[in-house]
């Protein structure tokens, strides 16, 4: 949501920023823009529509000059329009910004502007903030300082990137509360912002990840932080190791096909170095876990949105299994407002892939509030929900780029069912023996996912198959239930066809009223506790003239005999069942999606990294 790319150098600033801004575009967004210090004044480009529109736009009319700064905006104030996109410019023309998050009182501030005679040139809230520097440059106030006053009277959570005519080799960046992250690259004689690192990884390694409540004032040479009320601080650099290779689409045709079939290393990497086969142990140093607080635990709540969501209610029976704590999930938006009743002996785990949604985020704050243990599992290093948490799991699945996530799926699934063995073993509730058992299943794990990653073909048949149906009903039970909400919300999220994912068992409750031969159900029936109880369901949908898709384990004839359709998965421990069941559906909404014709990576509306409420 909202992308943010700023150069300062001795380069040509356009191409970098529209560099940066593609490898943003995974973000979601509705229009672009840019705007390059020329000589005396800024030359501005912007866009409504996809990046091209803005790259044709600049070769049509380039812009010259190695200071500058862009953006893609998603809309929330003010229609997706080439007036209402950024970066703004203040009344003088003297400032320019790019923002990203919302201004939550930018109506009375704008009211103020306007009795002072500002002349407003869009419906955005971002506005206020160019014509708030404007006016304290106007006063008197050197840029930094003006910038600072100005950032002061916004309410709301914020990332923004400011540039003016008075200080022209001079960014100043900040961070406000939690809206996105604002990242400095630091180069040779250049430097750049970003609001994430893939727009940068082409250019530096060498990163510093600003905390909510900092700002930054970079040139050519370097950079100076302080808090935003000016008390210099130390931000230290940190050497980023993501590959920037890792982050092309390679010979796939969307970065969300490659990142399906990345699962086999990202499972492996997320096993490797955490597990001890030969003693049969976990390791998750991070966490700073002692065995006497792992005693003292009384409850967890996992907490995240979407996608991650689904992997901590497959957690939540994990952990409950295994290590005998009550485990409970909340939808973080809803956390957040919730006054939920915490203590010391609870832990709050985060679930997010970018580390950085707001709702998440505002929900380990929360908790944090509350007196809370907070963890986190991440899949961004360096994020806010990494750095705001007492302990975390990083995920292994490097950088995902597809809206719809997926291999930041299956590791959160792994990261759990490692740390629902791990504090077993401190909590003493599992014999030597089954914990053994259980930590040697992991071995032969990343070539499971590797065989349901090549009946990819078998998937495709089943996507011709349906894929001119309107509606789509997932059932699943037990461990394997979070998977029919998944596999719901993937076929939702990309092919635009209205599914609905429901505790198998809820079906006769409701949902069976909608059966009919247009509105196939899948059905999640791999061998596990709940299989018979999975084939009576698909009885009751058969008998209703239901056409049924079913994910079923190898060897297994009876439920192929009664569905329309099967998608077999190799046989696993039911536990890590949920990492298998999920593959062919990723595929089956992949498959449909590209069937029907749609932006498969940038689904309409949605955004990667949802920064605001
Ligand atoms: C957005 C993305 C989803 C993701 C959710 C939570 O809605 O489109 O794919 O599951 O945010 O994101 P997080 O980064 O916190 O895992």
Same mark, same amino acid.
């Given at each position: 949501?909202?992308?943010?790319? =700023? ?12 560099? /940066?801004?593609?490898?943003? @575009? ?39 000059? *190695? ?22 410019? *203040? =009344? ?21 502007? %306007? ?43 914020? $990332? ?27 180069? %040779? ?43 210099? +601080?130390?931000?230290? +650099? ?7 290779? !890792? =982050? ?31 003693? $049969? ?89 509350? /007196? ?18 007492? /302990?975390?799991?990083?995920? %292994? ?13 299956? !590791? ?11 504090? !077993? @073993? ?26 349901? +990653? ?29 998977? !029919?909400?998944?596999? =719901? ?26 059966? @009919? ?18 084939? *009576?369901?698909?009885? %009751? ?34 536990? +890590? ?37």
């Amino acid at each position: 949501m909202c992308g943010i790319v =700023a150069y300062v150098g001795s380069r040509e600033a356009a191409p970098i920023l529209l560099d /940066g801004l593609k490898r943003l @575009e995974y973000r979601g967004y509705d229009s672009a823009g840019i705007a390059v210090l020329t000589g005396d004044h800024f030359e501005i480009r912007r866009d409504v529509g996809k990046l091209n529109n803005l790259i044709g736009k600049v070769s049509a009319a380039p812009v010259h000059g *190695s200071v500058g700064i862009g953006h893609t905006r998603w809309a929330t104030h003010g229609e997706p329009s080439e007036r209402n996109a950024h970066p703004h410019t *203040s =009344a003088s023309g003297e400032v320019v910004v790019v923002h990203n998050g919302i201004v939550e009182n930018f109506i009375p501030l704008k009211e103020e502007l %306007q009795a002072e005679g500002v002349t407003f040139t869009s419906d955005t809230d971002t506005e206020v903030i160019v014509h708030l520097v404007d006016r304290y440059l106007h006063a008197g106030f050197p840029f930094t300082e003006a910038a600072r006053r100005a950032i002061a009277h916004l309410r709301g959570a914020h $990332g923004i990137v400011l540039l003016s005519l008075r200080e022209p080799g001079t960014i100043v960046a900040a961070r406000v509360g939690h809206a996105g992250g604002v990242v400095v690259g630091q180069g %040779q004689g250049e430097m750049f912002i970003a609001s994430d690192m893939p727009a940068l990884l082409e250019h530096t390694r060498e990163m510093a990840f600003l905390d909510p409540g900092q700002m930054v004032v970079v040139t050519r040479d370097g950079f100076r932080a302080s808090t935003l009320e000016g008390e210099p +601080l130390d931000l230290p +650099l940190q050497s980023v190791s993501w590959d920037p290779v !890792a =982050a092309e689409k390679g010979n796939y045709k969307h970065f969300m096909q490659k990142e399906i079939h990345e699962q086999v290393r990202s499972i492996g990497d997320t096993i490797a170095g955490r597990v001890d086969f030969e003693h $049969g142990r976990v390791m998750l140093p991070d966490l700073n876990l002692t065995p006497e607080y792992a005693k003292r635990i009384r409850r967890i709540v996992l907490t995240a949105c979407g996608t991650a969501a689904h992997a901590g209610m497959v957690g939540r029976l994990l952990i409950e299994r295994l290590a005998h704590i009550p485990a409970e999930v909340e939808i973080a938006s809803e956390f957040r407002y919730r006054d939920p009743i915490l203590d010391s002996d609870t832990v709050v785990i985060a679930i997010s892939q970018s580390g950085e949604t707001a709702d998440t985020l505002a929900a380990m704050e929360e908790a944090r509030r509350k /007196g809370a243990r907070l963890w986190s599992i991440v899949n961004v290093i360096g994020s806010q929900a990494m750095r705001m948490a007492d /302990g975390y799991i990083s995920m %292994q699945s490097g950088p995902e780029i597809g809206v719809a996530s997926t291999k930041a799926f299956t !590791a959160p699934l792994v990261d759990l069912y490692l740390l629902a063995l791990h504090l !077993a @073993e401190m909590r003493g509730t599992l014999s030597d023996d089954e914990r053994r058992a259980r930590v040697a299943e992991l071995r032969r794990l990343p070539r499971l996912v590797g065989e349901c +990653l090549a009946r990819e073909s078998e998937v495709e048949r089943v996507a011709v198959a349906l894929q001119h149906m309107d509606h789509c009903l997932y059932l699943g039970r037990g461990i394997n239930m979070p998977i !029919a909400y998944e596999g =719901a919300l993937k076929l939702k999220e990309i092919s635009y066809i209205h599914a609905e994912g429901y505790p198998a068992g809820e079906m006769k409750h409701g949902p069976i009223a909608l059966i @009919e031969p247009s509105m196939p159900v899948v059905a999640l029936a791999p061998r596990d506790p709940w299989y018979e109880k999975m084939l *009576s369901q698909v009885e %009751q949908a058969k008998a209703r003239g239901g056409v049924v898709m079913a994910v079923v384990t190898d060897g297994d004839s009876l439920m192929p005999s009664k569905a329309d359709h099967t998608l077999f998965v190799p046989e696993v421990s039911w536990m +890590l069942s949920p990492v298998l069941t999920v593959i062919p559906l990723q595929m089956l909404a992949y498959h449909i999606a590209v069937l029907r014709g749609c932006d498969v990576d940038q689904p309409r509306n949605l955004a990667k990294s949802v920064t605001v409420e």
